[in-house]
């Protein structure tokens, strides 16, 4: 909690514009570093990544879901927002020990969960092996138990598959990232089994969109950007 304050303050080049707007912010009044909020939400048990069967005439094709862990939720959010065939993306917390847990438990890194998102998707618009790649493209795949400035087993990175060929693409996607020789040092991301996604507080949803500076400060000062091009090579491609 204490580095992700620490990356807001880092950011460079705040005015008193920002500074008025972080006034004005909404009501939860509170940094990444905070605990507030009341949007209580019902947590969802992981359903099923694909379907089988073609939906029948008349029928509405059914949606897959995604489960991926990449430290602070508000900027994994941005990576899978407004790409095609993406339908919704769900900031919350997964992989856990704890029933309902609220941000401040989480962020304390005492209830075992990882900040994470739930992407709801159209498999004939976008694949999970896109999915993946978008995944990869937006973390840092060296570092345990920590992304950026963020430092805690509650921002590690981590896929967590919810049937046997999700779990079957993630390893052959991590695979073929070693095979390439791109990185000389291992790559830490756990892939293991999804367990019962809760939604994080509502205030928490978007937040990209409802408070842009605050939310560019922080991503800022965390040098997530800077890392990933980095190890990347260039800025991470975000759909929003």
């Known amino acids: 909690m204490m580095d992700r304050m620490r990356g807001i303050g880092a950011a460079l080049g705040i005015t008193l514009l920002l500074g008025a707007a972080w006034a004005g912010a909404d009501n939860s009044g509170t940094a990444k570093g905070g605990a507030a909020g009341d949007g209580k939400v019902a947590p969802q048990k992981a359903a099923a990544g ?10 509405q094709a059914p949606l897959g879901e995604a489960i991926f862990a990449g430290g602070c939720f508000w900027c994994v959010e941005t ?6 065939g993406v339908s919704a993306v769900i900031s919350g917390y997964t992989g856990g020990h704890k029933k309902d847990p609220k941000y401040d438990e989480v962020s304390s890194g005492v209830t075992g969960h990882a900040e994470a998102v739930r992407v709801v998707f159209d498999p004939r618009l976008i694949s999970y092996a896109k999915l993946l790649d978008l995944f990869w493209h937006n973390i840092d795949p060296l570092t345990a138990n920590a992304q950026f400035c963020d430092h805690g087993t509650q921002y590690r990175s981590g896929i967590f598959y919810l049937d046997a060929a ?13 095979a390439s020789g791109r ?3 291992p790559i830490v991301t756990e892939i293991t089994a999804a367990g019962t996604f809760y939604p994080a507080e509502e205030y928490h949803q ?4 409802k408070n842009p500076l605050r939310y560019q400060s922080y991503r800022l000062g965390c040098g997530r950007d800077r890392r990933l091009i980095e190890l990347w090579g260039a800025a991470p491609a975000q759909g929003h």
């Open 166 to 178: 999700q779990k079957k693409a993630a390893e052959e996607s991590k695979a073929a990232l070693v």
């Open 50 to 59: 694909k379907t089988a069967e073609a939906p029948k005439a008349g029928q």
């Open 79 to 84: 990576a899978f927002e407004g790409q095609p």
């Open 183 to 185: 990185f000389k040092s």
């Open 206 to 209: 978007d937040f990209y969109k």
